[in-house]
């Protein structure tokens, strides 16, 4: 893809965090062609590594950092160590996140004769559902107490937050998920507002449903067929299809870049094919 260039970012610092999973790894290759600088944030400092290496093969900027973003001392450590390296952060991307089983139900309703051991909203593990809304909701908000004490006050200072479909409705099976991404919904509304005065936008974007390692064995089965949940998805999803990562990046460079969205603050962009216009009937 050939977008990113159309933006100069020269100078600017974006940190991202869970930069090592698929979905980030690809939008921080991209946002390196920006001319950007990019700090990688993930627990998994390999995984981080790998994506740094391949920008600066091809030219770019970019530094691994292994972080627990829901450790402060960690975060702390990590912001540290990135002001020596390049500076204080301009556009701080919220990317770590995701879902555990031990807060999944097996079935999508709760029925009387269901077979025995099936896992019940009853039967949700209370530290699965820690876990999920520590993981996404304070792993966005303690990153971002960190990093926007250096990003106030200056030009084109950006917060950019990931949350979901679930946001909009609550998908079956996922409660702690669902009701982590609606809080970071809020909480990025709330953010626009806080830091409307020292010259911080913060928005977000709500992806549909792509194809991620995390999602792979819920949408399709061993012969790479599409489950009965990958179904519904596509049929409540207007254009029938999932979503391409690189679907997210004309709004992820829109948000970001000042240029184009100086005036655009408290918005949760849904990139999502229709679905969340599409009521089934």
Not at 48 to 60: L, R, S, Y
Not at 109 to 128: A, C, Q, R
Not at 253 to 266: A, K, W
Request: charged share 15%; proline share 4%.
């Amino acid at each position: 893809m050939n977008i990113a260039k159309n933006h100069n970012l020269k100078n600017k610092l974006i940190v991202i965090s869970g930069a090592g999973g698929v979905l980030c790894a690809f939008l921080a290759k991209e946002l390196a062609k920006t001319q950007a600088k990019i700090a990688l944030l993930d627990i998994n400092y390999d995984a981080a590594n790998k994506v740094a290496e391949e920008i600066n093969q091809n030219g770019g900027c970019a530094k691994a950092y292994k972080t627990n973003v829901l450790e402060l001392e960690s975060i702390q450590a990590t912001r540290d160590q990135i002001l020596t390296d390049f500076g204080t952060c301009d556009i701080l991307i919220n990317g770590a996140g995701g879902n555990n089983p031990k807060a999944t139900t097996d079935n999508e309703f709760h029925l009387l004769d269901l077979p025995e051991n099936t896992k019940t909203f009853f039967e949700l593990d209370k530290s699965g559902i820690e876990f999920v809304f520590n993981l996404n909701y304070l792993g966005t908000l303690l990153p971002t107490q960190v990093f926007a004490k250096d990003m106030i006050g200056k030009s084109g200072a950006s917060i950019i937050n990931i949350s979901s479909m679930n946001a909009f409705t609550p998908l079956t099976k996922i409660p702690a998920y669902s009701g982590a991404k609606a809080a970071i919904s809020n909480f990025t509304q709330w953010l626009a507002v806080y830091f409307s005065k020292v010259g911080i936008r913060c928005n977000a974007i709500a992806p549909g449903f792509l194809v991620s390692n995390q999602n792979q064995a819920l949408l399709f089965d061993e012969n790479g067929k599409p489950t009965a949940r990958a179904n519904k998805i596509l049929t409540n999803t207007p254009m029938g299809r999932f979503g391409e990562p690189e679907e997210l990046l004309g709004t992820l460079l829109f948000l970001i870049d000042s240029e184009y969205s100086s005036f655009v603050n408290g918005v949760i962009v849904p990139v999502d094919g229709g679905f969340s216009a599409y009521s089934g009937v």
